[in-house]
């Protein structure tokens, strides 16, 4: 049987979906499988896909056997217990969209159905109160789970905010020791077999040619490969997503570093904010149809918590991803296989998720057909159920206070989040589809934070009478507030484990 193994694999473009592509290469395959090269020049700017993230970048870097307290002290990062959301639901109205779980199930039966049945009663007030990582964000706390039995101390959820440049620099050094091999330049050219469309290499402002066996698009919004040359095609959901711009700006940071992101609605999108251990990152997401770039800048710059330490930077985009992100023997990642804007901090998994995806169906030099199609079936699968979660915010909302928001709160739906949103409308039961990311919690975290009110609960809550129930959520409410009081400040977490320097 001969040797179909792949042996040169290059990497179109560096930035962080390059570079964690080049890591996990190399990590997985090891060092002698094939030789992995990547196609990297200093004329062209990177975007930085996001500098806050989900509990599974935990994952990403335990694979890679990253210690954690020395990636966040070289990417000057902080802890993230959630989001919170400002002026979604309506004017003045803030709610939190925690990690883990919020409070614990009882007799088989979801803890948000007694917590349903006992708001419809005006017995309990914010949902937050039975999370421990909404309580410990308001309170600016963290640490790490501990052994402690059955207190929510031996279960914490948590994800990062980290400089995506210093993350991209990092694991640079990390391939770079594994083996991997960055060329510096730009590609003015891509040379493919002219019977099977296959691409052969790319050429060089120099002269020079970088060739390969797998080639992976990392090239950004423009998908030099994907779309440039092989012309993937691209499903649009600006109508869904109607953002298209983004501006994003440093500031100085502050004394407190609250361990969460905040993501303020504004009148035509919306700006986040993520604290790190020397800046906070500041954006401002918006839709060119309602607002101009000078006045979404100024919109930015007026709602800042410091002084800016750059210039503001204009970012274009449309929401939507490529018709296959995997052709013949060329695989995108990251921005170049697709975009949805950061509001659930989703960039960074996608290219988490397209890698491992990647890795479990790893090709040999025959690609085949079935093995790509399933590929580009699970990838769009994915795209479309992120897309829909992040829908939600822009539905379900009150506000009538601008253009913008009366088209997102009369604007149909996608037919699977219309149902989704029914059901909870009924009895405020959620559920998680096959293996799709968000599951039931952050569905009924953010369907009750933006305001929608189920008209009853699951009945099944009533298997325990009225005052089983209350005494109940009282002592998981007890246990969430004293865990939290437990746990040190989130800056002095961060001066004993990971301080930056």
């Given at each position: 049987?001969?040797?179909?193994?792949?042996?040169?694999i290059?990497?179109?473009?560096?930035?962080?979906?390059?570079?964690?592509?080049?890591?996990?290469?190399?990590?997985?395959l090891?060092?002698d499988?094939?030789?992995?090269?990547?196609?990297?020049?200093?004329?062209?700017?990177t975007?930085?896909?996001?500098?806050?993230?989900?509990?599974?970048?935990?994952?990403?870097?335990r694979?890679l056997?990253?210690?954690?307290?020395?990636?966040?002290?070289?990417?000057r990062?902080?802890?993230?217990?959630?989001?919170?959301?400002?002026?979604?639901?309506?004017?003045?109205?803030?709610?939190f969209?925690?990690f883990?779980?919020?409070?614990v199930?009882?007799?088989?039966?979801?803890?948000?159905?007694?917590?349903l049945?006992?708001?419809?009663?005006?017995l309990?007030?914010?949902?937050e109160d039975?999370?421990?990582?909404?309580?410990?964000g308001?309170?600016?706390?963290?640490?790490?789970?501990?052994?402690?039995?059955?207190?929510?101390?031996?279960?914490?959820a948590?994800?990062?905010?980290?400089?995506?440049?210093?993350?991209a620099r990092?694991?640079?050094?990390?391939?770079?020791?594994?083996?991997?091999v960055?060329?510096?330049?730009?590609?003015?050219r891509?040379?493919?077999?002219?019977?099977?469309?296959?691409?052969?290499?790319?050429?060089?402002?120099?002269?020079?040619?970088?060739g390969?066996?797998?080639?992976?698009?990392?090239?950004g919004f423009?998908?030099?490969?994907?779309?440039?040359?092989?012309?993937?095609?691209?499903?649009?959901?600006?109508?869904?997503?109607?953002?298209?711009?983004?501006?994003?700006?440093?500031?100085?940071?502050?004394e407190?570093?609250?361990?969460?992101?905040?993501?303020?609605?504004?009148?035509?999108?919306?700006?986040?904010?993520?604290p790190?251990?020397?800046?906070?990152?500041?954006?401002?997401?918006?839709?060119?149809q309602?607002?101009?770039?000078?006045?979404?800048?100024?919109?930015?710059?007026?709602?800042?918590?410091?002084?800016?330490?750059?210039?503001?930077?204009?970012?274009?985009?449309?929401?939507?991803?490529?018709?296959?992100?995997w052709?013949?023997?060329?695989?995108?990642i990251?921005?170049?296989?697709?975009?949805?804007?950061?509001?659930?901090?989703?960039?960074?998994?996608?290219?988490?998720?397209?890698?491992?995806r990647l890795?479990?169906?790893?090709?040999?030099r025959?690609?085949?057909?079935?093995?790509?199609?399933?590929?580009n079936r699970i990838?769009?699968?994915?795209y479309?159920?992120?897309r829909?979660?992040?829908?939600?915010?822009?539905?379900?909302?009150?506000?009538?206070?601008?253009?913008?928001w009366d088209?997102?709160?009369?604007?149909?739906?996608?037919?699977?989040?219309?149902?989704?949103?029914?059901?909870?409308?009924?009895?405020?039961?959620?559920?998680?589809?096959?293996?799709?990311?968000?599951?039931?919690?952050?569905?009924?975290?953010?369907?009750?934070g933006?305001?929608?009110?189920?008209?009853?609960?699951?009945?099944?809550a009533d298997?325990?009478?009225?005052?089983?129930?209350?005494?109940?959520?009282?002592?998981?409410?007890?246990?969430?507030?004293?865990?939290?009081?437990?746990?040190?400040?989130?800056?002095?977490?961060?001066?004993?484990?990971?301080?930056?320097?």
């Amino acid at each position: 049987m001969s040797d179909r193994r792949i042996r040169r694999i290059t990497i179109v473009g560096g930035g962080t979906a390059g570079w964690m592509s080049a890591a996990t290469l190399a990590r997985v395959l090891g060092p002698d499988y094939a030789e992995i090269t990547v196609v990297e020049s200093d004329e062209i700017g990177t975007v930085g896909v996001g500098e806050a993230t989900i509990p599974q970048m935990a994952t990403f870097n335990r694979m890679l056997g990253i210690d954690e307290d020395e990636f966040l002290r070289a990417t000057r990062g902080s802890i993230k217990l959630g989001i919170q959301f400002v002026n979604w639901g309506k004017l003045g109205h803030t709610y939190f969209h925690p990690f883990g779980h919020i409070g614990v199930n009882m007799e088989g039966v979801s803890f948000h159905a007694f917590w349903l049945r006992l708001k419809h009663l005006g017995l309990v007030d914010r949902i937050e109160d039975w999370s421990l990582q909404s309580t410990a964000g308001a309170r600016g706390k963290f640490m790490r789970a501990i052994n402690a039995g059955r207190s929510p101390l031996s279960e914490i959820a948590y994800a990062f905010h980290f400089d995506a440049s210093l993350y991209a620099r990092y694991l640079r050094q990390y391939a770079e020791a594994r083996g991997v091999v960055r060329r510096e330049g730009r590609i003015v050219r891509v040379h493919q077999h002219p019977e099977t469309g296959f691409i052969n290499s790319v050429e060089l402002a120099d002269g020079g040619q970088v060739g390969g066996e797998l080639f992976i698009d990392c090239s950004g919004f423009r998908g030099l490969l994907i779309e440039d040359t092989l012309k993937a095609g691209f499903t649009d959901w600006s109508h869904h997503l109607p953002c298209d711009r983004a501006v994003a700006v440093p500031c100085e940071g502050i004394e407190g570093i609250e361990p969460y992101t905040r993501a303020t609605a504004h009148k035509a999108g919306w700006q986040w904010r993520i604290p790190l251990q020397h800046r906070i990152g500041n954006g401002h997401v918006f839709c060119s149809q309602y607002i101009s770039d000078d006045e979404a800048i100024s919109v930015l710059l007026s709602n800042l918590d410091g002084k800016p330490t750059a210039d503001p930077r204009i970012l274009r985009f449309k929401a939507g991803h490529r018709k296959q992100v995997w052709i013949k023997n060329c695989v995108s990642i990251g921005l170049a296989s697709g975009f949805l804007e950061p509001l659930e901090s989703t960039s960074i998994w996608l290219i988490q998720s397209g890698l491992s995806r990647l890795m479990a169906m790893f090709p040999d030099r025959d690609f085949d057909p079935a093995t790509i199609a399933r590929y580009n079936r699970i990838l769009t699968t994915e795209y479309t159920e992120i897309r829909d979660f992040i829908i939600l915010h822009y539905k379900a909302t009150q506000r009538t206070d601008s253009p913008f928001w009366d088209y997102c709160r009369e604007m149909p739906v996608p037919e699977r989040l219309a149902e989704k949103m029914a059901v909870f409308m009924d009895h405020g039961r959620t559920f998680r589809e096959n293996e799709e990311l968000f599951n039931d919690t952050s569905w009924f975290a953010v369907m009750l934070g933006q305001l929608m009110m189920p008209k009853g609960y699951d009945p099944v809550a009533d298997v325990l009478s009225l005052e089983e129930t209350k005494a109940r959520l009282a002592q998981i409410k007890d246990a969430v507030s004293n865990s939290a009081d437990y746990m040190p400040t989130h800056r002095e977490f961060l001066r004993q484990n990971c301080r930056a320097d």
